[in-house]
């Protein structure tokens, strides 16, 4: 008996031990900065989108947004966001449809990456059009079509869109991580990602995973030596991804809209007679929607061809030639404006 007592308070001992242990080193390398992010440019498997106070790991998304809260962090270069109660930056969206809806559907340039809530270009339409409709941003950074035509079909037809906008492609033309495209990635059970979503809380589990990680991977730049890269989507498969999403649209008695994605052109932005394999690639996929457009009669809302006439639509094109800025924000908003005042619904 008394040994079973000695055993018992033994055992409570070493609990309390590890309990203070982990305690005090959750307090050190908080308070002490440390940085536990491993930086990895390559989407899935990117540790750049690990940043636990942003995101939440899933199995059919790869990761969302972590909903209902405003949050500051390094991965937003010191921009503070809030995110809705549905993981969206957006305002709080009534379940009861009350007016006309229109999801904009998209990655970080419908997110409004660098843009103040009030200036997004969702928010500049929901102003152009009266506030006749409810505009609901559904950008999700790093969201590639393959993300958006399942998110579309898993969460967001429920909201009984009207009109939906569709704005894709510069992380479809990314490279994939360890050459995985988007539609092979095979993630871990859900239980697993619930797991790690509660232990990216801790310092620790981060500190452990960044040693782990550094120990391991290559170095950052020697990952874009390769010759013949593979692309997160393919274009084939952004077409079909894009069609997939009208197709989805259709079906829930809305009307797709497809947006042509803008980058700053080489004469305007960039020194006389510069060439850019990216600005080449990325019009292959302007090309594709073009094409889908030519051939389903979808919407369109030619950005990228209209954002060539100005000279004023990127604060530094050189340094971010992805996301455009206010100016930009309130012209594409302009631009859709028109298409959804002319298609006959407005």
């Not at 109660?85 to 990456?113: H, M, Q, V, Y």
């Not at 497809?258 to 007679?273: D, K, Q, V």
Request: with cysteine; net charge neutral; glycine share 4%.
């Amino acid at each position: 008996m008394a040994s079973n007592i000695s055993l018992i308070r033994k055992v409570i001992f070493s609990s309390l031990v590890f309990v203070f242990f982990i305690f005090i080193t959750e307090l050190i390398l908080g308070l002490g900065g440390f940085d536990s992010y491993v930086q990895n440019r390559f989407f899935v498997v990117n540790r750049a989108l690990d940043y636990p106070e942003v995101f939440l790991k899933d199995k059919e998304l790869f990761w969302k947004l972590k909903p209902d809260q405003t949050v500051t962090s390094k991965f937003f270069q010191g921009h503070t966001y809030r995110i809705n109660s549905d993981g969206r930056r957006d305002k709080e969206i009534s379940k009861k449809k009350i007016k006309p809806r229109i999801i904009a559907l998209g990655n970080s340039c419908t997110f409004g990456w660098g843009i103040d809530s009030d200036l997004i270009y969702t928010r500049r339409l929901e102003q152009i059009l009266d506030e006749r409709y409810q505009i609901i941003n559904a950008g999700v950074p790093g969201y590639s079509s393959f993300q958006g035509q399942v998110y579309f079909e898993s969460e967001l037809v429920k909201l009984k869109a009207d009109y939906v906008l569709i704005l894709f492609g510069w992380n479809d033309h990314w490279a994939a991580a360890n050459g995985i495209a988007d539609k092979e990635q095979r993630l871990l059970s859900q239980f697993i990602i619930n797991l790690q979503n509660m232990l990216s809380n801790f310092h620790l589990y981060r500190a452990i995973k960044k040693i782990l990680l550094s120990s391991i991977e290559s170095d950052i730049d020697s990952l874009f030596d390769r010759q013949d890269p593979v692309y997160r989507v393919s274009l084939a498969d952004y077409e079909k991804n894009i069609r997939s999403i009208c197709q989805a649209v259709r079906n829930n008695q809305a009307i797709p809209v497809l947006i042509t994605a803008p980058i700053p052109s080489l004469e305007n932005y960039y020194s006389p007679g510069s060439r850019s394999w990216l600005h080449q690639y990325h019009e292959y996929y302007n090309q594709t929607i073009r094409k889908i457009v030519r051939q389903d009669s979808v919407l369109l809302v030619e950005a990228a061809l209209e954002f060539d006439k100005y000279t004023d639509l990127y604060d530094d094109a050189s340094l971010d030639p992805i996301h455009f800025n206010t100016k930009g924000h309130q012209l594409l908003a302009q631009l859709i404006a028109v298409q959804i005042s002319a298609s006959g619904s407005d």
